[in-house]
């Protein structure tokens, strides 16, 4: 999508360049073509080439939810082949920029779905060689906001009709059993980790030795697990499935005696352990639907509980939220699937979260647990412009993706796609209550519209008195 | 002047609950209704509580919300609501709740959760069971009916499962927690459950394998019912199926798809002048639905609430949206509970939202729409005088899943209460 | 046996006595498509030793030489379907065999071949079967001879890449190319040392060497006849020419010289891709490789390769596959795929849905339920001549109506394409092998 294609109001920030502006009315014009015809005018220095070859993008007029904290009206967001590079009010485009106009609208980061299944065709394995980023499903993935998936302990780019660049790690996660009810798992769990504690810790020894011998001998690698070695550097997170209270209180223990963090996931009775596992430095990855009833023998706190994220987070332990389903599910029975990331975490702020704290439970939390934080779950200078352009709060579950940015490139436009266009089509009538209020009135008092051609004209005209008002009242 | 005054109020609101956009918003919030509530003291035995809210969500015909809100119980009944009361009695319980919403108890018409697990929701001996009755099942309070409480559901119709035809008659009955069967129960025999289409085809060889002899039995025993009006004869097999066919109970049809629907409503509304609700209406049933509409038949929609596979242009349908597009005017939603969660009531209602249903007709969809669908309109499905005190305190809209429940109030008495009890959803 | 049914079937239409090779026959056709250079009216094709020795409109004829007379017929080149594994029943695996050929299959005494022909398909790519992998190399035939030599026209028409998104797939691929790069490495150092060796040594030493590599030879070749004939006739030439250098480079692995080949621009790859993201991974495994590929769509209800068509378009590649209508994935929205990648600038080849006589039969009628949804005649009906000629490499002789290619000509009673149409008679090279003409 190149310049002026940003299909709500098309109005355009004043400090644009008027070049710019003289191109945001030809929806046609592509950014090259416009680069092109700026070349005449400008001499064409080696700069100009230079700028010419990166690629710009721009989001502008938009309600920023940055979730770093905060948010800002009128905002421009503008990448550089893909990474933000600035963020701000006033912000000069470069010429050629791509536009997308937010029109007022609500900008998210991309989210980040923690554990996701056939967002990317039938691929589990070696997604290098075998993502499909034309499969339906991710195109759904994106129209409901998720542009970062795990999948397999891999974290994926939602990239779409792309390969290059869709692993973003390979193996961010590994999956160790700790269970109680495999003892013997357990047991030999325990030896590898004592076996690659003590591989490190002599490497290491190793390390500072052979700076001064240099025929010191590398420790030998015997009984150590190469994955956890990986653990316990840190270049890799484990992972663990535990829900019960003595499970959970064990994983714990292991990581405290060992010196890492680890990802806990299910975690349903976490919300009675909480301190220790805060303690521990441990990361939850819950549900905050899941379902248990305590044992009728068990006479402390057990069970499931709606504010178990809550809980854990007061606790200092990371959370991140998943639905029950990690895959696309259009059975017909809605809001339980990977699409109902942001209704899941719904429920978490019912149990207690904040709604930005439930936010970060599907972006920066599940990001940096797939070690990918550097890049996705925020929007902030340098990392992947992974964008959100909402039509309201993205929390609230009449809340839809209008577009979709991935690597600074729209991927999904809900009114060019088949699934969602015909939901509320008109943006105007969709918007957050305080406007529709203001809308009412203002219709009132300005003459009825005309033909619908002339309608994006008036939109145009329309809305920055609206977006005055806005301010007005918030003052 | 009076009418901005209550939109910004309405506004401060908005604002203090965890969404920005509520599913009412936009409308004009109604100011011909504000009251100053004058309450009578209390008469000797007499109870009464007070709640006043930020928003009083009323349900009732002209959907009036009273920003704040003041709702009078005396005796488990509403006596009053409005805007505000100043002077309250003594010996009234006064419940301040000044951000929050208060909204009718919910009302579900398709569950199976009264015997506390899936089991005891089939008689699979015969094809029809009009003797059939699910009260002996019942276990009031029990958990999956109190998290139902804990998700804002007071009234729940009990029903058989649809492994036969005409599974047998259910219970009406109120989520209370530490009760007895006499005090939950509404109306016992509540309703008819029928079941057309899909699941009671078996697949055995018995006779009603298809569409048509599953019909043929159905008529054939209502055929019987009506012949033993007509003889004055007294069949207690058939007693409490004549009081379908004179319009004393009414009847929950289980029915999905296209054909399934028609045939549904042609049969409970034309063959069969009943009160009926036809219970489901998934799949690609939302194609048919302006002919089911068009001869009157109530659609109790769930447990799914979107459509993507009959779509001919992909589209993601919300069944609600097609049906309140096409005309139906008494919608309700269903869990099918445990299918989906009793406690995940207000959800399907979000769903169906979300997939473009309007948001307070999907909230009227959980409350007064299943009350005049089964009658009971009269007693819950809106804070009006004269009916059932069953009210939940919401923390903010009662369809966004980000909203908790405060208090949930059942014939006046507090049977959930978050802050005594823990917050159980 | 096959001749002989040839034969006795010419005999039997008692009005046409131009059976015999060598005659001279012209044909007066009111409707000559020659696909290469456009419709001719009133055409007049002269046929000369089963050649085509002119064509033209309104043309004189010498006196004394057999005319067919078809004033009413529409006359197309035979049609040539490059896909296809008529008369072949192997089923195959999933290997890397590049080396294997197709024609090593290939059984003569078939009555297959003549069913094809009554179909008006004159010409046949044969694929080595695999369900992935690399199966072979596919052979251009003429569905007429009594052995496999006879009936062979080209040997290595195309290298069969079934290729799907997998690691394995795409190694397949580097692999076969990086094993190439090292014998190009190899035979550069083998040159260099020779170079020196020559300049010590002089040419003292050079028969020997030569025979040291027909020995090497005999041991790597294929038991199969033709793929002797096939090398010796390669060997010959490679001898003739290296032994003049005096050079005779290190024998190649049999699995690597396809590659070799494929860079020397001598061997096509047919690469069958399922999906669009096919499309994308084979692309990365090929890299900055340059090699001529064709791409076979494998057809299916909802496939989405409209997704990469304007990528395919822009690198105007040749896309294979059967004229059929598919659909947007989760939609009844229809797709005319062969439509859009000619709109989007690549070259079509269309396939018959299948190897069945009914299948071949239908094979016009179907594009023409192409043809009506959209898709360009002209085309439709080179996609089904000249251009799966062109992609067997054979384009020299069969394809179209033109001067020095085989008679390979059918004669309908109306417009090919139009269901109402019957295809009266089959011309191959200059004889009725199928239906009568009026002479």
Known sequence: MKLGHGQLGRRILLSVSSALLALSFAPTASAQDAGGEEKKDVSASEDAAKKEEDKWFAVINADVYPGTGGHFRDGTILAKNGKIEQIGVEVDLPEGTTVLDAGGLRVYPGLVAYASSGLFGASSSDFADTVNTFSPNLVMALGNGITTAGQSGAALKLKRGEIEGVLMKEKATTLLNFSAQNPQGRRSLLEKFDASARYLRDYRAWEEQKKSDKDAKEPSKKDSDATIVQVLRGDVRARFQADDREELLGVARLAQKYGFRPVIEGCREGWTVAEELGRAGAYAVVTPRDRTDKSEELVAAGGTSIENAAILRRHGVQVAIVPSSKGVDLGGIAGRDILALTVEAGFGVRGGLTNEAALEAITVVPARLLGVEHRVGTIEVGKDCDLLVCDGDLMHYETFVQQAVVDGKVVYEKNKELFYAHIRPNIDSVLAPETRVDKGQEGAAKPAEGEAKDKEEKKDEKGPDQGDKKDDKKD | MRALCVAMLALASCRAAPGAREGDGGRPESASRTLELVIRPLADGETGLVVRCGKLITCDAEDTIFAPGVLVVRNGRIEAAGERCDAVPKGFEVLEFPDATVAPGLVDLHTHIHSGSFADVNDMVLPVNPEFRTSPAIVPGNRMIRRGLAGGVTTLFGIPGSGTSMSGFGVLYKSKLDTTYDEAVIADPGGLKVAEDSNPQREAGDFGVGRGALAWIIQDVNDRAKASIRAGSDDPGLANLRKIHTKELPVLIHTAGSEGIVNTARMWRVSNDTRSTLSHGCFDAWKTSPAVIAIGMTVNNGPRTIEWFSSREGRVIGISAEYLKNGARNLSMNTDSPVVPQEELALQSAMSSRYGADGLTMLRALTIHPAIAFGIDDRVGSLEPGKDADLIVWNGWPLDPRSRVELAVIDGSVEYDRARDGQIF | ?439
């Not at chain 3, 057999?66 to 529409?74: G, R, V």
């Not at chain 3, 195959?92 to 294997?100: A, L, R, V, W």
């Open chain 3, 1 to 439: 046996m096959k001749l002989r049914n040839l034969l006795s079937s010419c005999v039997a239409l008692a009005l046409s006595s131009l059976a015999t090779a060598g005659d001279l026959v012209a044909i007066k056709a009111g409707h000559v498509e020659t696909v290469s250079h456009g419709c001719i009216q009133h055409a007049v094709i002269l046929v000369e030793d089963g050649k085509i020795v002119t064509v033209g409109k309104d043309l004189p004829i010498e006196r004394g030489i057999p005319i067919i007379e078809a004033p009413d017929l529409w006359i197309v080149p035979g049609f040539v379907d490059p896909y296809s594994r008529v008369g072949l029943d192997a089923r195959g695996g999933s290997e890397f065999n590049p080396q294997i050929r197709a024609e090593a299959e290939l059984f003569p005494r078939n009555e297959e071949f003549e069913e094809t022909l009554e179909t008006g398909v004159t010409t046949l790519g044969l694929y080595p079967p695999g369900s992935g992998g690399m199966p072979g190399q596919a052979c251009a035939i003429r569905p007429v001879g009594a052995t496999a030599q006879e009936m062979l026209i080209k040997s290595g028409s195309y290298l069969l890449f079934v290729f799907r998104s997998d690691a394995r797939s795409k190694k397949m691929l580097k692999d076969a190319f990086e094993k190439a790069d090292e014998y190009v490495e190899k035979e550069k150092k083998a040159r260099e040392k020779w170079d020196k060796d020559q300049s010590k040594k002089k040419d003292d030493k050079k028969d020997e060497k030569k025979e040291e590599k027909k020995e090497e030879k005999k041991e790597g070749t294929a038991a199969d006849f033709q793929d002797e004939v096939a090398q010796d006739k390669k060997d010959e030439k490679a001898e003739k020419t290296d032994a003049a250098k005096g050079y005779v480079p290190p024998e190649a692995d049999e699995k690597i010289k396809p590659f070799l080949d494929l860079r020397a621009n001598k061997l096509r790859m047919l690469v069958t891709l399922f999906g669009a993201a096919d499309w994308l991974h084979f692309s990365q495994a090929l890299g900055k490789e340059k090699i001529g590929y064709d791409l076979r769509i494998a057809l299916t209800r909802d496939i989405d390769v409209y997704e990469v068509a304007k990528q395919i378009g822009e690198k105007k590649l040749r896309v294979v596959m059967e004229p059929e209508i598919t659909t947007m994935a989760g939609t009844l929205r229809q797709r005319n795929l062969p439509a859009e990648f000619v709109a989007a600038g690549a070259k079509l080849v269309l396939l018959p849905r299948g190897d069945s006589p009914t299948a071949l039969k239908n094979w016009p009628r179907n594009v023409g339920e192409i043809i009506a949804a959209g898709l360009d005649r002209d085309v439709a009906l080179r996609a089904m001549t000249l251009e799966p000629a062109e992609m067997l490499g054979i384009a020299e002789r069969v394809g179209s109506v033109d001067k020095d290619k085989d008679a390979n000509l059918l004669f309908f009673n109306g417009d090919p394409f139009e269901p109402s149409s019957k295809l009266i008679a089959v011309m191959f090279e200059g004889r009725i092998v199928h239906g009568e003409v009026q002479q």
